[in-house]
Structure formats: structure tokens, C-alpha cells
């Protein structure tokens, strides 16, 4: 029995990777094809039909599991960092990757003549490129005894960065507040979670962290070899959209620290 294709048929889905995998399994069970997936903010056309896919944990377990077996553990990985991407469509490109690897197998991988491969693949070499860009460009201070540092980026980086500060910060106290996505990465203890975090409100610097921005901005300026100076390569190792949160560029004057006031006897 073929599959039906409808040229108006939209799967939409709760924004989970659990929900997309439920995705794939409809299209299967349902012998259909949708033209495409879409997010809770998602938008369909004027004639479209919208078809509401339900997370079923058990459902989207039996997809994932069917990944390495069936395509490769590389494909598995590949569907995992896809979903954190940016890319847009990229739910419906990931189900389009699984549907070709479920028919091909592992060779999948390396098929990038095929429009939806190729765009995957490149989501998550953007991915993986800013993940580790933000390695080195994660500025924290210190609010109340907790590291806390914004970043802003335009994939959802904080699961592919979590191992990463967790082995160099386990000891500490810290949130990495992802702007763009209204998360934040939290570690505590032997505790690690990625939680919904909305318009997160920092309290003013106390004037022990003010200082050490100080110190940080004058030690930054100090190194720096004014006849080598050259903003076009900074730009291209450091591009501007990252500055607004790096130390080393706050404004000397923005820096305001509450001072405490003198205990009593």
C-alpha cells in the first residue's frame, strides 16, 4: 500500500523532540505525507490542513531507538544536534533525513546532493561552530556567591556547552541565561538542569564584581599591541554580535556597584 501524499497536509507538534519523533511515527503509521511540520509559533498557510500530532513518550522512544539501528549512531547524533539548531524548517528537515535514512541506511550520511541532508548537515556545522565559539566567550560574574553569565546566541547552545563548564565549574555555583531561547543552564552540587527561564532580572553589581570588571578591562587594554592592532581580524576571530555580553567590552561607565553600607555594632 503506497504512501498518500497531500499537497495541503501539515503535521503540527508541541515543540518537543519527543513530539517531532511522534512525527515521524504518524507519517509512518498513517502511510501520509506531510509537506510540513511546524512548531507551536508556527504558521500554515490558508489552505492547509493542520493536523495536531499528540507526544507519546513510548511512540517517540520506538523512532529514536530505530535510528541507530536501522541508519547509524552518526545519524542519531546528527538528529539530536539538528534539533537544537537554528535552521529554519528544521523539524521538517530532520524528518526528511530520517524518511531517506530509513530507506538507504547509514550511506545516508554522506548523500549531499540531496537538498535536506545537505541542509542539516550545515545547521549543525553552525551549531557546532558556535557552541565552541562560545567556549571561550562566556563571561560570568558573581551575584549573591552564583556565576551567572548571559550569552545570546542563535542555536540553542546550552546542551552542547553543558559538559563543558560543568568539568571546569563543577565546584561552583553557576547559570549560563540563554537571552534568545528564555533558558537557563543551572549547576549546583552534583545537579545540572536546562530550565524555561523568562526575562531574567539581575541585581546590581555588588562592588567587589565592579572592581574585578575593572581589573579585567585594564588588564585587556594593557596587553593589547597598539601597532598590531587590526579590527577587521579581531571581527572575523570575535564577531560584534558577541561583544554586548564579553567584559572586556562594557563601557567603563556603565559599571555601577551598589556600596555596603557600614555594619553596626
Known sequence: MSERTDLDLVYSYDGSFE???????????????????????????????????????IKA????????????????????????????????????????????????????????????????????????????????????????????????????LAAHFVNRFGNEVFMIYDKTHQAGLIHQGNRTEIMDIEDLILPELEEEEAKYRQLWQQFYKTIAIESRYNPKCRVNFMPKRFWKHLTEFYPEQDISFKRRLPQGD
Open 19 to 57: 513530539g517531532l519523533m511522534c512525527c515521524v511515527f504518524e507519517s509512518y503509521d498513517q502511510r501520509e505525507l506531510p509537506q510540513n511540520i511546524l512548531p507551536p509559533e508556527g504558521q500554515s498557510r490558508l489552505f492547509d490542513i493542520r493536523k495536531t500530532i499528540i507526544t507519546d513518550p
Open 61 to 160: 522512544q520506538r523512532v529514536f531507538n530505530s535510528i541507530p539501528m536501522k541508519i547509524s549512531l552518526e545519524a542519531e547524533e546528527l538528529v539530536k544536534l539538528g534539533f537544537l539548531t537554528c535552521a529554519p524548517q528544521k523539524e521538517y528537515l530532520i524528518f526528511q533525513f530520517l524518511r531517506l535514512g530509513f530507506k538507504v541506511g547509514a550511506k545516508v550520511m554522506s548523500m549531499l546532493t540531496d537538498t535536506s541532508v545537505l541542509a542539516l548537515q550545515k545547521a549543525v556545522q553552525h551549531l557546532t561552530y558556535e557552541s565552541h565559539r562560545y567556549r571561550g566567550f562566556v563571561r560570568f560574574s558573581v551575584y549573591n556567591e552564583t556565576l551567572v553569565a548571559v550569552i545570546e546566541p542563535e542555536n540553542f547552545v546550552l546542551p552542547v
